[in-house]
């Protein structure tokens, strides 16, 4: 399985918001905010003050997508 915070992006630019805003307001690292970039894996408690910034549910900003299946 994999993940995807194409949504996240999305609604930064609908809240016109940069990822350094969102960087700042929700606490988190460079580091962390660069495994975003990279739809990997972070913390529960960083997607949850993410949610609380941006006033929203955490299937608002990620998706967890299913493992592709080699046929």
């Given at each position: 399985m994999s993940i995807s915070y194409n949504k996240l992006w999305k609604l930064?630019?609908?809240?016109?918001?940069?990822?350094?805003d969102l960087r700042i307001k929700a606490?988190?690292?460079t580091a962390?905010?660069?495994?975003?970039g990279k739809n990997q894996p972070v913390s529960m408690d960083?997607?949850?003050r993410i949610c609380g910034v941006l006033?929203?549910?955490i299937?608002?900003?990620m998706d967890v997508l299913p493992a592709?299946?080699?046929e």
């Amino acid at each position: 399985m994999s993940i995807s915070y194409n949504k996240l992006w999305k609604l930064l630019i609908d809240k016109n918001m940069s990822k350094t805003d969102l960087r700042i307001k929700a606490d988190i690292g460079t580091a962390t905010l660069a495994k975003l970039g990279k739809n990997q894996p972070v913390s529960m408690d960083v997607l949850m003050r993410i949610c609380g910034v941006l006033s929203c549910n955490i299937s608002e900003v990620m998706d967890v997508l299913p493992a592709e299946v080699d046929e």
